[in-house]
């Protein structure tokens, strides 16, 4: 194959190509629906983990966001000052330090859940159920393939 052929025949189908589009265009619309937050994406995906209300340690959180706890700490530092999560020690680990929303982060959270389940419920809404569980399926496939 020759690069002027190359540059002529369209690529092959990328689920992984696929899916950092989609991750870019939702971004981008929630980024626009959530701008009098300013907040940044990964202050958004931090507090979307946290929107259960349950606490969690520094390394679930990681996990859940997908980024190492090392990397999450500027993300806690900035949400802390402003208000929207505490960190303390767990209860019976003195050594784990556990993440918790506040009153202002508990609504700011519920705020950004909503965002997202709207966006899904817009995005996914002529999906037949069983396309939204293999999608399902096959996000969690990719997501487990790094842990």
């Known amino acids: 194959m020759t690069l002027d052929n190359a540059s002529t025949e369209p690529p092959p189908w990328s689920a992984v190509l696929a899916l950092q589009r989609a991750t870019h265009a939702t971004l981008q619309t929630l980024s626009a629906e959530l701008a009098d937050l300013e907040l940044t994406a990964s202050e958004i995906n931090a507090l979307a983990n946290l929107a259960d209300g349950h606490g969690r340690t520094v ?52 705020r950004i859940r909503q965002a997202f389940t709207d966006l899904e419920h ?26």
């Open 59 to 110: 390394s679930e959180l990681g996990a859940a966001v997908g980024t190492r706890p090392t990397t999450l700490t500027s993300v806690l530092d900035r949400l802390e000052r402003r208000g929207h999560i505490t960190r303390g020690a767990r209860p019976g680990d003195r050594r784990a330090v556990l993440v918790e929303l506040t009153p202002s982060g508990r609504r700011t959270a519920a």
């Open 122 to 147: 817009h995005a996914l809404a002529a999906l037949p159920a069983e396309t939204i569980t293999a999608l399902r399926t096959a996000l969690q496939a990719l997501t487990e393939v790094s842990s």
